[in-house]
């Protein structure tokens, strides 16, 4: 396996980042709804009843934080690898320093 190879495998299209990104607000979205319900939770001194695994709000409010927060920084880096594209480097001849 070559270089070139590699890079074929990790390389990432438009339509595939468009689609990670919609993937991604899902998520957030989702986290926002956990963070929601278990705020409300907290402020009645309940539990979660709505199938999650855990009933304690205090720790689906953390996993909503946790996942938003790593949803918004994987997104980030997709925004910047968009607008940093990569510029061919142009090689130098051989004979530059004869």
């Keep these: ?4 190879s590699i890079k074929r495998v990790f390389h990432i ?13 899902m ?5 926002l709804w956990g963070i929601d319900i278990s705020v ?3 402020l ?3 539990v979660i009843t709505n199938g999650f695994n855990f009933g304690n709000p205090t720790q689906t ?3 909503g934080l946790y996942g938003i927060v ?11 690898s968009g ?8 090689k130098e001849p051989e004979d530059w320093n004869k």
Aim: charged share 10%; hydrophobic share 60%; proline share 4%.
């Design 70 to 80: 790593l949803s918004t920084f994987i997104m980030v880096i997709i925004v910047v």
């Design 83 to 90: 607008l940093f594209p990569k510029i061919p480097v142009k």
């Design 1 to 4: 396996m070559n270089l070139s």
């Design 44 to 46: 009645s001194e309940g």
């Design 13 to 25: 299209g438009i339509s595939e980042k468009v689609l990670i990104v919609i993937f991604l607000v």
């Design 61 to 63: 409010y953390h996993i």
């Design 40 to 42: 409300s939770a907290m």
């Design 27 to 31: 998520i957030q979205l989702l986290c």
